[in-house]
């Protein structure tokens, strides 16, 4: 089992998803952070995903909802580095090295 590090890019969009959905539904929100979570944890076990767009990523569809985790392999840690929403174009995106894990 690897182990799950957010970089803080990630955790900040995970938390601004979360804080936007909360003040319209709660049950929404507390749904997509038990299936976000359930998806880390899933990784964490099994680490699958299609290849992503920024060269060295993988990506996997957090199921039930309209999110995407971004994410790398590094010996034994699972990096999600960035979540994005199917409605965002995350295609351009590169990960410039600069942001903390």
């Given at each position: ?19 936007f959905l909360v003040e319209r539904n709660e049950a ?73 894990q």
């Amino acid at each position: 089992m690897k182990t799950v590090v957010w970089s803080s890019h990630a955790r900040s969009q995970y938390l601004s998803a979360l804080g936007f959905l909360v003040e319209r539904n709660e049950a929404a929100a507390a749904s997509l952070s038990d299936r976000i979570e359930a998806t880390t944890a899933a990784l964490a076990r099994r680490s699958v995903g299609r290849p992503g767009y920024a060269e060295g990523t993988l990506e996997k569809t957090v199921s039930g909802t309209s999110y995407v985790l971004v994410f790398e392999l590094s010996g034994d840690e699972l990096r999600i580095l960035r979540l994005f929403h199917m409605a965002q174009d995350w295609r351009g995106w590169r990960d410039t090295g600069a942001d903390d894990q």
